[in-house]
């Protein structure tokens, strides 16, 4: 860590000295790490860093290392800066995410310094989710997208989400399916024309999500992709993420009914000027096509993904054969 981004750890945590006890992960790509640090003398314990280095030689795991693909990844990081500093004092307990103490930039590196989540009650990570981890995900996504409910985003992505259509025009072309192929533009348009939009958190996969020991609470992490948009983006897509085709079958009308049970209670805790039963209504009807808009990214981005399934596939027939 370059020596300013070292008094700037220091000076706003109130700490005589900042000892690194362990790197978290490395970011996507080679762009910089994540890494707990102990705070010696301070009133707070240890925090986690977000130190993002933009590297020379662009590398990707799958190959798309591309100027398109270096920008987006750029602007990512401008978008989470944006998000700490300008949004998220707005979300509370039901949506927390990890209180931004400093950032900082030098040259072409970024600084975030971040709230240990472990230290506030949040130490759980789980690959394999029990109904609890599922109640709060979806439970947290519902006051997310209720405390954000009609706001522009501002310096953050205009439309949310990294895998949006305008953002993946080299994925499209390589896409095989000829159906889905033909309309995608017309899925991102029903989905970018809806009257009721907040801000998607972009990348709600389980593993951005930190729990209680209990799996009873959660927060989220890497807002990078945050912007505006149809709620059920972010609710298709973690779903996608934990859960198994049979279980996506099962469970997606239990689960859309907690999310909109969640979602009215948030809508009259914040008494919102807004019909809950509008959104709602909208809402339900747009979440088959959030499910086949992440679909067409994925067939095109990596067409053997295990995500590709029956169920995402009749998903897909259904709105594309609507859209006609």
Known sequence: ?????????????????????????TLWSGYGKIVRYQLLESPIPQVVVKWVQLPKVKEH????NTNLSHHRKVKSYQVETNFYKNYANKCNAFCKIPKLYAFDVYNDEVLL???DLDMVGYPSRVHQVSWNHIN???????????????QEPIG???IGTYWHLDTRPEELEVLEDKALKKMASKIDAKLNKAVYKTLVH???????FCFSEDGLKVAAVDFQYVGGGCGMKDLAYFMGSCLS???????????????????????????LNVEYQKVEKEWRALFPVAWTDFHRFLKGWSPSHWKINSYSEQVAKQVINALK
């Open 1 to 25: 860590m370059n020596s300013q981004f070292k008094q700037t750890l220091i000076s706003s945590t109130k700490a005589k000295q900042a000892k690194e006890i362990e790197i978290i992960q």
């Open 61 to 64: 795991p799958r190959g798309w």
């Open 136 to 150: 709060a995900c979806v439970q947290w996504l519902a006051n997310f997208h209720a405390t954000f409910l009609q």
């Open 202 to 208: 972009g990348d709600a996969k389980l593993a951005n």
């Open 245 to 271: 085709e049979e279980e996506c079958k099962e469970y997606e009308s239990e689960i859309l009914d907690l999310y909109f049970n969640a979602f009215k209670q948030a809508v009259i805790d914040k008494n």
């Open 113 to 115: 310094v971040l709230e």
């Open 156 to 158: 953050l992505w205009d």
